[in-house]
């Protein structure tokens, strides 16, 4: 199962690559992706280039426990409106519960958060589903980390996890990771998990005004080829035309495979990237102040003569008057 984030969240991981001294730069250049991504927000992001962008990281400024070390400085109340509604719950049950409903719908698919009690212990674990394989183990520290900053929320800044359940392999590493949670860790374990004492599920935390999900765009569900295409193409196109062979090396596919896919499902990969285009053309024409020429070189035309000609193709009508229609 594919899995997607928000573009968002590799804000935190820019910001401490930059102050450990590395370049956020020759990271994104190693995992081809675009830097403009820190600038557009708004993006949907394969849970898999995540992976990819933390395990990077992690070799760009030599700790082979980045995910940990970025959780020291990271916050839920920060993941968004998601977080925010996480954060403002009554009590840590309610926030539990809340991320348990939201997070495959405001913030991260692919991804399943579970509770358990056992006794006077309780659990609160998440795992990842997406098949992406490098940088998973560095995923699931950071996901540990805000399970912790969430569990605080209520219990105090001070508060540490009665033990905490890693995914690492045998007692070195965990040691290790000891040092960084300040907290007992356990090695080779199914999941990640944070452990804490049961009475704390009655800790109150700050109420907080009730965050606005509207003005948060959509996760796509990966229900085929052709949603795929159309967010890593999204992707490509801040910084260049996108190429079929750049979004099929993405998913791990030969360029004949990918387009043999998107066939099966009724489409090619011109019909996919021309629908993003036009939608894309749209709002830049709505909604900014951008020239006509700046736009068509932004979406990768040559020239405002070749954009005009498929504007007018895709909506019936040019480019200039569809402006004036806003203005």
């Not at 928000?6 to 994104?28: C, K, Q």
């Amino acid at each position: 199962m594919k899995g997607y984030t928000r573009t968002s969240a590799l804000g935190p991981i820019s910001d401490f690559v930059e102050t450990r001294g590395g370049s956020i730069d020759r990271v994104f250049r190693n995992v081809d992706l675009p830097l403009a991504l820190l600038e557009n927000t708004e993006l949907p992001l394969p849970l898999s280039e995540q992976f990819n962008v933390l395990s990077q990281a992690g070799r760009e400024i030599g700790d082979p426990f980045f995910g940990a070390s970025l959780g020291r400085h990271v916050s839920m109340n920060k993941l968004s409106a998601f977080g925010a509604w996480v954060g403002g719950a009554p009590t840590l049950a309610g926030a539990i519960d809340r991320s348990a409903r939201g997070l495959n719908r405001f913030l991260q698919t692919a991804t399943v958060l579970r509770f358990e009690v056992s006794g006077e212990c309780a659990s609160w674990s998440i795992e990842f589903l997406d098949p992406g394989s490098d940088g998973r183990f560095q995923n699931e520290l950071l996901g540990v980390s805000y399970l912790i900053d969430g569990v605080r929320i209520f219990a105090g800044g001070d508060w540490s996890p009665r033990a905490i359940r890693s995914t690492c392999v045998g007692p070195e590493q965990a040691a290790k990771l000891e040092n960084v949670f300040e907290a007992p860790v356990t090695h080779d374990a199914a999941v990640s998990a944070v452990e804490f004492d049961v009475p704390l599920l009655t800790a109150t935390g700050l109420r907080r005004e009730s965050p606005d999900f509207a003005t948060e765009p959509p996760i796509p569900n990966s229900i085929g080829c052709r949603e795929d295409v159309a967010a890593l193409s999204a992707i490509a196109l801040l910084e260049r035309y996108p190429k079929i062979d750049w979004v099929a090396r993405k998913l791990d596919m030969s360029r004949r495979t990918l387009q043999r896919t998107l066939d099966a499902e009724g489409c090619s990969f011109s019909t996919v990237l021309e629908g993003l285009l036009k939608d894309r053309a749209m709002v830049l024409i709505r909604s900014t102040k951008l020239s006509l020429t700046e736009i068509a070189l932004q979406l990768g035309y040559s020239d405002v003569a070749h954009f005009s000609r498929a504007f007018r193709r895709w909506v019936g009508t040019p480019p200039s008057r569809y402006r004036a229609q806003f203005s």
